[in-house]
């Protein structure tokens, strides 16, 4: 089945400077990769997505990159702020024998230091 | 209807009872999605309805676990004879199936679940 490793687990930069989070997937056929802002005992919330059939979606000062070749996909958040500080999750959708659903990294708790 | 809803939010309860969760879907979504989520990790798949149908199961889903969708709207989760392992947020998610197959998913607050 599909296994989605995410990296760092922790990250912790200077507020105004980006932040890159990095994920592989190991399913071929995954075809769509959202990501979710989880902060402290809310629900995950959508930030960003993107298809298979694009390899670069840009929503303010949040991008996304694919490379389908190499299966890996990164988060890139520019110009950060203290309102960013959560833990991020990266995802693949997975069709395995006609059931479908997202697959979810470990998580990267990223902290913006004043 | 602003989302999806679970409750309770929160459940205390001795080990070896039995507890259920509600959820109530976006009401235009299809298809439910259950995820169990532990402190430090991310959302581990449990099991999905399209519809009233159960589609997938997850091998984490022990017998002591079941999960309904009567009607194809709201859906419950029950676990039967809890364990402290089963201390977790039970998440739900909600989705609206596209015709390329991936599907966005909404997720409810969660409900959390304390076995002592």
């Known amino acids: 089945g599909e296994n989605v490793e995410q990296h760092p687990s922790t990250l912790s930069v200077q507020e105004g400077d980006s932040a890159v989070i990095k994920c592989t997937y190991s399913d071929s056929a995954s075809n769509y990769f959202p990501w979710y802002k989880q902060e402290l005992g809310k629900r995950p919330q959508l930030i960003i997505d993107?298809?298979?059939?694009?390899g670069e979606k840009k929503d303010q000062r949040i991008a996304v990159t694919l490379n389908k070749t190499a299966k890996h996909f990164s988060l890139h958040i520019t110009e950060t702020q203290p309102e960013d500080s959560a833990v991020y999750f990266c995802?693949?959708?997975?069709?395995?024998?006609?059931?479908?659903?997202?697959?979810f990294g470990q998580g990267t708790r990223l902290t913006i230091n004043p | 209807d602003t989302g999806v809803s679970q409750n309770p939010r929160h459940k205390i309860t001795k080990r070896g009872q039995n507890v259920t969760f509600r959820c109530d879907p976006i009401?235009?979504?299809?298809?439910l999605y259950w995820y169990r989520q532990t402190l430090g990790q991310g959302p581990e798949f449990l099991t999905y309805?399209?519809?009233?149908?159960?589609?997938?199961k997850s091998r984490l889903l022990s017998d002591r676990f079941s999960a309904e969708r009567p009607k194809g709207s709201f859906s419950t989760l029950e676990i039967q004879r809890t364990e402290q392992g089963d201390s977790a947020m039970y998440l739900c998610?909600?989705?609206?199936?596209?015709?390329?197959?991936?599907?966005?998913?909404?997720f409810g607050a969660g409900s959390r679940l304390t076995v002592l």
């Open positions: 993107i298809r298979s059939n694009v």
């Open positions: 309805f399209q519809n009233e149908a159960q589609l997938e």
């Open positions: 995802a693949a959708w997975t069709v395995n024998q006609g059931a479908q659903k997202l697959v």
């Open positions: 009401s235009e979504h299809n298809r």
């Open positions: 998610a909600s989705s609206l199936t596209r015709r390329s197959g991936a599907n966005v998913l909404t």
